[in-house]
């Protein structure tokens, strides 16, 4: 077989001032030439540490190569030896990111950072780099590519800017192309562009792909063979099919389980908790220089529902849907026409505080939380703040109440002086629910709870919920690309497209028998396993 890269018993650790932590303990796989390889695992089961290392990119990070050997193209890669990994690095070995707003520079024009590239990789000459830009540029899917090149990265939509970084990638014609969780915070459609063009990148140009993922879905679809990684170590490798229809780990049979959880058994009442009327929300424009009228966007269009208490609703889309609008108005963060009635009580005929007092009824819980956690707060304070802006001051009443909302989301009373830097990414959306739910609201709104999440990460999380809304009677609208989880957390659903509702139903239904085109796009996009 003609191996492209080989890693043989790696172990990598890191030197912290808490002292030696073994991120990589034995790592043994091989990529052959052309194919997809994916390397799978939870976080912290050290892949992505592993990818990074090929090339020597963990050494300002206090990594250190404890033992093994990484072969490419048949020969050791030598990480004493600065200048040959230089070689390799964004040469003949590309990356591709997560999160390509990190990876782009915002001061520099996107044509610039391309052309860049193309002149350190040496094959074009500097008057033909702003056409290979653009070429690439074209290649990658990019639209009105030459009128783009002069623009910054934060003008980009997500999805744009992950096919910029891969143009970046390709600029230097690489053999291996390492793909870091390339569609992790992309919606499933999006997701599924970005993986098509890379796949038809591969075999246009004979690359070989390791990909690394935590989503099953994607590896059935786009991977030849994969590897799972648990706790620094491979505990099993094989075909695809293998791996999906034959697993000899019982992790394995767990990461290819399809669904997250069984959906909690909550008593039906019919008592609405939250209806929503006839909601639209429209964004207005600035005004042209001459005082030409100001443009118009309406991001959300009639849309109308009704949330039952104890229930769940799911609201799924692509990007531009007009989801994350329907939710800023229904927690009253953006202007907009209709009504929203919690409890038998309209918010249009509540004005100040009577408002407020109200809308403590209504609780959310955002997708990154550790954007929306506050660095200088500890836990304690950050889950305690609500109950500190709605009167509470009894200290004794306020950390009894702290200790039971961190019990109940899984969390121990101890750390509770941690700051949020001091949790993994499923304790910090813990922490995130634990300030929601010490507010004993009515509704809780979920933006894509568990979309950054691993798949072990993501299991707990939405048992967490369901266990809340069972035992707490809370009602939930998901908002959620992942309809793995609107099957395991969601009664109902409703399908957004272009700001109105184009399907609703029970959420079985729609997942497995859908009715509309859109919906029948986005279910065959989601890979459900």
């Known amino acids: 077989m003609d191996n492209i890269l080989e890693v043989t018993g790696l172990r990598i650790h890191f030197d912290t001032e808490e002292g030696v932590t073994e991120a990589v303990k034995d790592f043994s796989f091989k990529a052959e030439r052309g194919e997809t390889l994916a390397i799978v695992g939870e976080s912290g089961s ?23 050997s990484v072969y490419f193209n048949g020969e050791e890669v030598d990480y004493d030896d600065e200048k040959s990994l230089r070689r390799l690095r964004g040469g003949k070995i590309a990356y591709i990111f997560q999160e390509p707003m990190a990876s782009l520079n915002p001061l520099h024009k996107i044509g610039d950072q391309i052309t860049e ?35 910054y990265p934060h003008v980009f939509s997500g999805g744009e800017r992950q096919r910029i970084m891969i143009a970046m990638a390709l600029a230097s014609g690489p053999e291996l192309l390492i793909a870091d969780e390339p569609t992790t915070a992309l919606d499933v459609t999006v997701q599924a562009q970005i993986l098509d063009l890379l796949e038809e990148l591969k075999r246009k140009f004979g690359m070989t792909v390791l990909l690394i993922t935590h989503d099953m879905g994607v590896v059935r679809r786009y991977a030849a063979r994969a590897v799972v990684a648990r706790d620094g170590r491979i505990i099993e490798s094989g075909s695809v099919e293998d791996i999906f229809e034959r697993p000899r780990d019982e992790y394995t049979r767990m990461l290819t389980t399809g669904y997250l959880a069984e959906p909690p058994k909550v008593r039906r009442t019919g008592e609405a908790a939250l209806e929503a009327i006839d909601i639209s929300v429209v964004y207005k424009g600035k005004k042209s220089l001459f005082g030409s009228p100001r443009l118009e966007k309406r991001a959300v269009k009639n849309v109308s529902f009704t949330l039952e208490k104890g229930s769940s609703l799911g609201v799924a889309g692509e990007s531009g849907s007009g989801k994350t609008s329907l939710i800023k108005a229904l927690l009253g963060l953006a202007e907009h026409e209709g009504e929203v009635i919690l409890k038998g009580v309209s918010f249009s005929s509540l004005k ?26 500890t836990a304690e304070m950050i889950i305690s703040e609500g109950l500190r802006a709605f009167g509470m001051k009894d200290r004794k009443e306020t950390a009894e109440a702290v200790d039971r909302a961190l019990m109940e989301t899984g969390l121990r009373p101890d750390m509770k002086n ?8 499923g304790q910090r959306q813990r922490l995130a629910i634990a300030r929601a739910v010490i507010m004993r609201p009515d509704v809780i709104i979920l933006d894509e709870p568990t979309s950054s999440l691993d798949r072990q990460t993501k299991i ?11 035992k707490n009677g809370i009602s939930y609208i998901i908002v959620t690309h992942d309809l793995s989880l609107i099957s395991s957390a969601c009664d109902e659903v409703i399908i957004m497209k272009d700001g109105a509702v184009v399907e609703r139903g029970p959420s079985v239904r729609i997942i497995n028998s859908p009715e509309a085109e859109y919906t029948k796009e986005l279910v065959k996009a989601a890979y459900i396993i």
Do not use: W
């Open 46 to 68: 050290g892949k992505s540490v592993c990818a990074l290392s090929v090339t020597g990119l963990l050494k300002s990070s206090g990594a250190v190569k404890k033992g093994g």
């Open 117 to 151: 590239r193309i002149r350190v990789s040496g094959r074009e000459k500097p008057a033909a780099s702003r056409a290979k830009a653009l070429e690439l540029l074209r290649l990658c899917g990019v639209k009105n590519a030459e009128s783009r090149l002069n623009d």
């Open 352 to 377: 100040g505080e009577k408002e407020r007092l109200e809308r403590r009824h209504i609780q959310a819980v955002f997708q990154d939380p550790y954007g929306s956690l506050n660095p200088r707060m």
């Open 418 to 425: 941690r700051y949020p830097h001091e949790f993994s990414g």
């Open 460 to 470: 707990q999380i939405t048992a967490l919920l369901n266990g809340l809304r069972e």
